[in-house]
C-alpha cells in the first residue's frame, strides 16, 4: 500500500513498474493463500483442458498458417467471452480495492495489466501462442527475432480484450437494453462454439478456408501476429516490424480505453421505480409470485441470462441449418429450458441476506411462488419457441413435445431444490460494485452448481424421452406427469429444507461458510469437509461427467436410433455397427459412474 501510495504522489517510470510489480506480488500471494480444494480442482481441470487446447495449437502450426490463424481466433474469442460466462472473470485485484490510494486510473491500468498476466491462463495461452515460433522457425530461423516480441504482444492483446469487454458488458447492463443486447451476443456466441463441428463440415464442403476467409482471419487482431511472422519469413522486415508496431499500438490503445472504463466502474446505476404499479396480491403465495415477477423484470443480471438462455437455445439449434439440416430446430425450445434452469439455479443465493424476510414469516409459501413465477418466466417463452419452430419444419414431434413439458416441470422442481441444499453465498445485489456479472465469490462453486442443475434437469426430462422414442404421442402424457410430479414432490422437499435450515441458510449467506454442527445432506453437498485430494477428485468427476454421459452417451444414441448419417466427434458413430451400440452403452455407464464418484466421495465424509 506504501508503495502504491508513493505512486500516487510521484508519478514516473520507477514508481508505475514499482506499483505493477507490486500488485503482481499481490495477485500471487492471495493465489498462493487461498487456494481451496474446489479451487484447485477447478485449476486443475482448466489447466488440463487449456493444455489439450495448446497442444491442438501447436499441432496446427505444423499444418498451415489458415489453421493457425483460425485457432487464434478461437483463442481471443475465449479471452473475450470466456470471462462473460464465468462471473466476470478473474478478479482477484479489483479496481475497487484501490480507489481511496489515488492511484491515476492509467497507472491503475497497467498495474492490473500487470497482475492479469499472474495465473494459469496466461500461461497456457503463452505456449499456444508459441506456434508463431513454431509456424515461423519451421521455414524461416531468423523469423524467430519477430515470432517472439508478436507472441508477447499477441498475449497482451488477448488479456486487454478480456478486461475491456467485461469492462463494457459491466456497463451494458446498467440498462435494459444493454442486458439483453449482450445476452443475445453472448448466446450466439457460445452456441456457435458449441456446435463449432457444423462450420468445420461446412467449411469442408466448401473445399476448406477461401481466400476471402484465409485475409480476414489476418485481419483479426488474433492474427496480427501471424501476419507479421509470415512478412519476416517472406524476407519483408519493414512489413514485419509496421505489423508489430500495429500491435503495440492496438495495446496501448486498449490500455487507455481499459483505463477510461475504469473511472466509469465506480459508478452504479440505480433502477427507478417510477411507472412501477404496486404489487398486489390476495394470497401469501401470489405476493411471493408477484415479488418474483417485479425481480425477473427488474433485475439486469437476471434479464440478461434469461435472453442468453433463449439466444443460446436457438442458435444452437439453428447452426445445423447451414448444413442443410433442419430437425434440431424444434429442439430450440428444450435447450433453453436447460439452461435457463442452470442460469437460474443459485436463485436464493441470489438474493443475499434478503433470505431474513422469508424466515420471519414461515407460512408464506415461498418455494412455490417461486417455482410458479419461474414457469410463468420461462414457460410461454419455451412453449412458443418449440410450437413455432416445430410448425416450421412441418411437423410436432412426440419426443420435443414430451421433453419440453417434462423439462419445465423438472426446472421448476430442481432449481429451488438445489438451491436450498448446495447454496453458493451470493453477493447481495446492491452491492455488486462496478462488475454485475460479480454474483458470488465462488466462481467454481457457482459453474459447478449450473453444471448440477443442468444433468438433475436433463434426467428429469429421460423418463418422457424413452416413453415418446417407444410408444410415440403417449410420450407426451408422460411427459406432463413426470414434469408434474417433478414440480410438487421436488418444491415439497425444498420447502422442507427452507422451513428446518432457513436459519443455517442465512449464516451461509452472511459468512459465507456453512455452520460447523451442520449435517446431513446439506453438509455432504459441500466439500469443505473433504481431504484436498478428495476435493479436487469430486470436481474433476462433476465437472467432465457430462461429456461421457450426453454428447458421447444419449445424443450419440439418439443419432443412432434416428439413422443419422453425420457421425461428426461422436466416438461410438466410428466404429463398426457391432460396436456402436455397446459404446454408446459404456459412454452412458462412465458418465453415471462419474457423477456417482462425485456424490459417493462426500456423501461418506458426511458426518
Not at 492496438?250 to 481499459?258: E, S
Not at 425477473?296 to 442443410?324: E, I, K, M
Not at 430437425?327 to 430450440?332: D, I, V
Not at 473433504?530 to 477428485?537: F, G, M, T, V, Y
Request: aromatic share 8%; charged share 10%.
Amino acid at each position: 500500500m506504501a508503495v502504491a501510495m508513493t505512486a500516487s504522489v510521484t508519478p514516473s517510470a520507477a514508481t508505475s513498474l514499482t506499483t505493477s510489480l507490486t500488485m503482481a506480488g499481490m495477485k500471487l500471494a492471495v493465489l498462493r493463500n487461498s487456494m481451496s480444494g474446489q479451487k484447485s480442482g477447478s485449476i486443475v481441470i482448466g489447466g488440463v483442458l487449456g493444455l489439450v487446447l495448446a497442444g491442438g495449437t501447436l499441432f496446427a502450426a505444423f499444418r498451415t498458417g489458415d489453421l493457425l490463424a483460425a485457432a487464434y481466433a478461437i483463442w481471443m474469442l475465449g479471452w473475450i467471452f470466456g470471462p462473460v460466462f464465468s462471473g466476470g472473470g478473474d478478479e482477484t485485484l479489483r479496481p475497487e480495492y484501490f480507489t481511496l490510494l489515488g492511484i491515476p486510473p492509467r497507472r491503475l491500468a497497467s498495474g492490473l495489466l500487470v497482475g492479469a498476466f499472474v495465473g494459469i491462463a496466461p500461461v497456457i495461452s503463452l505456449l499456444a501462442l508459441a506456434g508463431l515460433a513454431v509456424f515461423g522457425v519451421r521455414q524461416s530461423p531468423a523469423a524467430v527475432v519477430v515470432a517472439l516480441p508478436a507472441m508477447l504482444l499477441q498475449l497482451a492483446v488477448f488479456v486487454l480484450l478480456s478486461r475491456v469487454a467485461v469492462a463494457v458488458l459491466g456497463l451494458a447492463l446498467r440498462s435494459r437494453v444493454g442486458a439483453v443486447g449482450a445476452g443475445l451476443v453472448n448466446g450466439a456466441i457460445l452456441a456457435a462454439l458449441g456446435q463449432g463441428w457444423v462450420f468445420a463440415v461446412a467449411l469442408g464442403q466448401a473445399g476448406g478456408i477461401t481466400p476471402e476467409a484465409s485475409a480476414a482471419l489476418r485481419y483479426l487482431p488474433s492474427g496480427w501476429g501471424l501476419a507479421a511472422v509470415e512478412a519476416a519469413v517472406a524476407g519483408s522486415w519493414g512489413r514485419a516490424a509496421l505489423t508489430l508496431g500495429a500491435l503495440a499500438v492496438l495495446v496501448a490503445l486498449l490500455l487507455a480505453a481499459w483505463a477510461a472504463l475504469l473511472t466509469r466502474r465506480a459508478g452504479s446505476a440505480r433502477a427507478s421505480a417510477r411507472g412501477r404499479r404496486p404489487i398486489t396480491a390476495s394470497t401469501a403465495s401470489g405476493a411471493v409470485v408477484a415479488k418474483e415477477l417485479r425481480v425477473w423484470s427488474r433485475d439486469l443480471v437476471r434479464t440478461h441470462q434469461l435472453t442468453f438462455a433463449l439466444a443460446y437455445g436457438v442458435f444452437f439449434a439453428a447452426a445445423p441449418l447451414l448444413l442443410g439440416v433442419h430437425g434440431m430446430l424444434p429442439w430450440a425450445g428444450p435447450i433453453f429450458v436447460l439452461m435457463a434452469a442452470a442460469m437460474s439455479a443459485n436463485l436464493y443465493g441470489a438474493d443475499g441476506t434478503a433470505l431474513w424476510l422469508t424466515l420471519v414469516a414461515p407460512g408464506a409459501a415461498d418455494v412455490r411462488g417461486r417455482q410458479q413465477a419461474w414457469l410463468l418466466v420461462v414457460g410461454p417463452v419455451a412453449v412458443a419457441v418449440t410450437l413455432a419452430f416445430s410448425a416450421a419444419v412441418g411437423g410436432f414431434e412426440p419426443a420435443v413435445l414430451a421433453l419440453t413439458a417434462a423439462l419445465l416441470g423438472g426446472g421448476a422442481g430442481i432449481v429451488p431444490l438445489i438451491s436450498v441444499y448446495a447454496l453458493v453465498p451470493g453477493t447481495d445485489p446492491h452491492r455488486r460494485g462496478g462488475n454485475p456479472l460479480r454474483v458470488s465469490e465462488d466462481d467454481g462453486a457457482m459453474t459447478g452448481l449450473a453444471y448440477a442443475v443442468l444433468a438433475l434437469v436433463a434426467l428429469t426430462g429421460a423418463p418422457a424421452a424413452l416413453a415418446a422414442w417407444l410408444y410415440g404421442w403417449a410420450g407426451v402424457a408422460v411427459g406432463v406427469v413426470t414434469g408434474a410430479l417433478s414440480f410438487w414432490g421436488f418444491g415439497l422437499l425444498a420447502q422442507r429444507r427452507l422451513h428446518s435450515h432457513g436459519p443455517d441458510l442465512l449464516q451461509t449467506m452472511r459468512t459465507g461458510k456453512r455452520p460447523a454442527a451442520a449435517t446431513g445432506p446439506g453438509r455432504w453437498m459441500s466439500l469443505d469437509h473433504l481431504p484436498k485430494r478428495e476435493q479436487i477428485i469430486t470436481v474433476i468427476c462433476w465437472s467432465i461427467g457430462a461429456v461421457p454421459l450426453f454428447p458421447q452417451g444419449i445424443v450419440a444414441g439418439v443419432l443412432k436410433a434416428g439413422g443419422t448419417e453425420n457421425r461428426s466427434w461422436f466416438l461410438a458413430l466410428h466404429l463398426p455397427d457391432g460396436l456402436q451400440w455397446p459404446t454408446i452403452a459404456f459412454m452412458v455407464l462412465l458418465g453415471l459412474g462419474l457423477y456417482g464418484l462425485g456424490l459417493w466421495i462426500p456423501y461418506r465424509r458426511r458426518t
